[in-house]
C-alpha cells in the first residue's frame, strides 16, 4: 500500500484525538478516509521524531475512526502542516530547513517548497507579486520605513492606514491609522483586546507607532473604504486547492465584530455563508457578478503562482474586500489557512449516550467521528471535498514519482 505523509505537530505515545487542532483534523481525517479508498494511506507523523540515519519515524495511522501508533519509513510523498516551532531547541532533532534539506537529498518530496512557505510568510513579496499578475486589485503598499514623512504622504491620499508585521498572520500586530480633521489615532488588534491611542500631530503618532511595533519590519497600506454590513467590515475567503489537474475553489464570509474593521476570527470575525450575505450586502446581479470576479482572480493568481514554483503549491487563501465602487481588492494571500466552515463549531466532544442536540463543545475535538446530521451535512460540502482534493494533489505526485522511476 502507497504512503502517504501528513507532517503535523504531534508526539508518539499521546493520542492525536487529545491534542489536534482543528486545521489538523479538517485536512486528515478526509484525507486518510479517501487514501484508503484509493488504494493509499495517511501516516500523520512530526520531522522532529523522524531518525535521520535510518529514515524511519513514529507516527499515527487511522483505523475504524481510531489513531494507531505505528513505525515505518518516512513517506517519500509528504504534506506539512507543521506550525510548531521553526528551530528545535532540542539540538539533536533538524529545524525545518534542516529537514527540508534532509529530505530533498534522500528523495523525499515535502508540499509546500520551502521556498515557497517562505514567499507565502512575506507579505509584502506577495503584494510585489499580484502586481505583475494584476496591479489593480492591490491597495499600494510598501516598507514601513518608521518616518512621519512616510505618513503625511499616505495622509495625503487617504484617511485610513494599515501598518501590518511583514511576516505573520491571524490579525495580530494589525495597526490601523486613521485621520479625522486635525486628529490623528492608531488603532492596535491583538489577542488580548484593541487599543486606541490619539495624537494631535502625524509626528506624535508616528512616534507612537513605532514604539508600538517595536524594531519587527512592517509594511504600510492604502486602506480600502470598503462596504460594510450592518457597520461591520467582512472580508471574502477564497481557498483554492490543487487537485492535481485543476484549482478548486470554496470560500467563506468573514464578518468582523460589531464596528471592527478587522475580520480575522483571531480578532473575534464570525464565518458565514458567502451566498446568503452577499445577498445581504448586494442586489441579486451585482452579488453575482461580484462573486465571480472574486472566484476568475483567485483561479487565475493560483494558476500563475502555481507555474512559478513549478507545481510545487497544493492550497492558497486569498482575502477579498468590496470597496464602496464595488471593485474587488485583495488584502493578502496564505499558504496554510483555516477551513472553519458555517454550522461547523470550533470544537466537539458529545455526551456518550446523549442525543446530538445536547452535545457539549470545548477546546479539543474530540468526536468529529460523531457529527449531528446538519455538521455533517456542512462537514461533507465544505471541508471533505476540500481535503479529498488535497489528498488527490499528493496522490498525482506518488503517481508521477513512479512514473518518474520507471523512465
Known sequence: MKEIGFICDVTPGVNPIHTFGRAWFDRAIPMANFLEQNGAQLIIYSRLHVDPKTKRVQGYILENSQFITVETSVPTVNGSWF???TNSHNKSKMNATEYYKWANEHD?????????????????LCYETVTHIN??????????????????RFFERHDA???????????????????????????VYSDKGNTIKESESVGQL???????????????????????????????????VNDGQHWKPSWKFRLSKKNSDVSNLGQGGEIKDVDEYMSKVFIDDVAESLKQKILDEAINISQTIDQVYDGEVMEL?????????????????????DMVQPNMPISIRSNKGADATSKKRDNSYADIFDLSDNEVSSFNKYTASYSENLAKFLLSKVHCKVISRLA
Do not use: W
Open 83 to 85: 506550525f510548531g516551532i
Open 206 to 240: 508616528n512616534t507612537k507607532v513605532a514604539q508600538i511595533i517595536g524594531e519587527k519590519p512592517y509594511i504600510i497600506q492604502e486602506a480600502v473604504d470598503v462596504e460594510k454590513f450592518e457597520g461591520s467590515a467582512f472580508d471574502i475567503r477564497v481557498i483554492t
Open 317 to 337: 487563501a486569498f482575502d477579498f474586500v468590496i470597496s464602496k465602487d464595488k471593485s474587488i481588492k485583495l488584502l493578502e494571500l496564505n499558504a496554510c489557512p
Open 135 to 152: 496591479k489593480t486589485i492591490q491597495q499600494y503598499t510598501e516598507v514601513y520605513n518608521k518616518t512621519a514623512s512616510q505618513l503625511k
Open 108 to 124: 523525499i518530496e515535502i508540499y509546500p517548497s520551502m521556498e515557497f512557505l517562505k514567499f507565502a510568510a512575506d507579505k509584502l
Open 161 to 187: 492606514i494599515f501598518i501590518k508585521p511583514q511576516y505573520g498572520g491571524h490579525g495580530e500586530g494589525i495597526c490601523l491609522l486613521k485621520k479625522r480633521n486635525d486628529r490623528h489615532s492608531v488603532e
